[in-house]
């Protein structure tokens, strides 16, 4: 992606806070501006989307929930996009909360699809080569 230069008056509180979060991060301040501004403008197209640190990473996740958005994705899919059907897999959604996941993907479609390639490539051969200790003494 092409970047440009562009200079901006920012509150210095605002500066201390962003220069708090790379610090912790281990990132620059650059790059932890262009993350946290990529993910305001995320959440402000997208509702109902929060991003939070999990187990997996830095992600897309269903306000209220904990659940990250491709896993939604990846089930609506299974399902042919059946709306009624995924209301079924995820009853203790709400139905803004599905439609928040299905709207984040439209939105960020590659994004999501690479999420899913990436987790449909965990075979079994793959999680006891990384993960040895996960086989079991058999």
């Known amino acids: 992606m092409a970047t440009v230069q562009k200079s901006m008056r920012i509150p210095e509180e605002l500066v201390k806070e962003v220069q708090t979060i790379a610090q912790e991060s281990g990132k620059e301040f650059s790059t932890m501006v262009r993350e946290l501004l990529e993910e305001a403008i995320k959440m402000r197209c997208c509702p109902g989307i929060i991003f939070s640190e999990g187990v997996s990473g830095y992600r897309a996740r269903i306000a209220g929930s904990g659940i990250e958005a491709w896993e939604v994705i990846a ?31 439209r939105k960020y479609p590659g994004e999501i699809d690479q999420l899913i390639t990436q987790n449909e490539s965990w075979t079994r051969e793959r999680i006891h080569e990384g993960y040895p200790f996960l086989r079991g003494n058999s």
């Open 75 to 105: 089930n609506y899919k299974g399902v042919r996009e059946d709306f009624e059907r995924l209301r079924n897999i995820y009853h203790w959604l709400t139905e803004q909360q599905l439609r928040a996941a299905i709207g984040y993907y």
